[in-house]
């Protein structure tokens, strides 16, 4: 059985915007290029700036609901991050925080930890493990959701790197230990993803409005959705190619 590509998403700041890709070379034993090469730390963070990090660190959809509601596209070495509620923003992360902040600040909750400082660790994605992983998305174990909740959701809510569709729903969840091969590269899937309430959080609005984690915990008995990878060799990805079982 094989499946195939749907879509390819990274998001340049964790938490903060998603981009669409046609294709990505993917690298052995790093994150997707691009993809959460930035973090946005809060004020009550303990980061060091050589080392990657845990996500209580850093300000999240999670606790800031209004993040979710952020794409994001690069345009050189700069990146756009639009919001319903907010102004487009062009900025460098490396050289113009002040703007970013001032930016994203009226999207911040009240009693939250303020954001403080865009954190970057050379070589190293800030994703939410603490291996270089990427998420592997099964549309039909969306779809599996959307029909317990009752009504459609957007793929955004789960941030994923990686949307293919032609197994059955859950199936990714018996490839933990194997290999995966897409279009010229092959993963190594490792573990499966927790979720957080983010996922409750509409990605049109910023509001949340769908018990994803109670759907998960009463149908399924978890609060797992995709599968974290780790790339084992390299090679380009594209929208529309084949997802094979190794």
């Keep these: 059985m094989t499946a195939t590509v749907q879509s390819l998403w990274r998001h340049p700041i964790k938490a903060h915007g998603r981009e669409a890709l046609d294709e990505v070379a993917l690298i052995a034993g790093q994150c997707l290029p691009g993809d959460r ?3 946005v730390a809060h004020e009550a963070a303990k980061v060091d700036s ?3 990090a845990k996500c209580a660190n850093f300000t999240r959809a999670a606790g800031s609901p209004q993040l979710m509601a ?4 690069t345009d050189g070495d700069r990146l756009v991050l639009t919001h319903p509620e907010r102004p487009d923003l062009r900025f460098n992360p490396e050289t113009e925080e002040p703007a970013f902040l001032d930016w994203v600040m009226p999207l911040m909750p009240e009693g939250r930890a303020a954001p403080a400082d865009i954190i970057r660790v050379p070589g190293v994605g800030m994703t939410d493990s603490s291996w270089p992983s990427l998420t592997l998305c099964n549309m039909a174990t969306h779809r599996a ?9 957007s793929i955004h809510r789960w941030r994923g790197n990686i949307w293919f569709d032609g197994f059955p729903d859950w199936a990714e969840f018996d490839w933990i230990g194997q290999q995966v091969q897409i279009g010229d590269s092959i993963l190594q899937v ?7 309430l983010a996922t409750t959080v509409n990605p049109q609005t910023g ?3 769908a018990d994803t984690l109670g759907a998960l915990e009463q149908h399924w008995g978890h609060k797992d959705f995709s599968v974290k990878a780790e790339v084992i060799r390299g090679g380009r ?7 094979e079982l190794l």
Excluded: F, M, P
């Design 37 to 39: 090469v930035w973090a």
């Design 50 to 52: 050589a080392e990657w």
């Design 70 to 73: 952020i794409s994001a596209r």
């Design 145 to 153: 959701v959307e029909q317990k909740l009752g009504h459609n959701l």
């Design 190 to 196: 490792r573990e499966r993803t927790t979720r957080c």
């Design 207 to 209: 509001l949340r409005d």
């Design 237 to 243: 990805v594209g929208i529309g190619d084949r997802l």
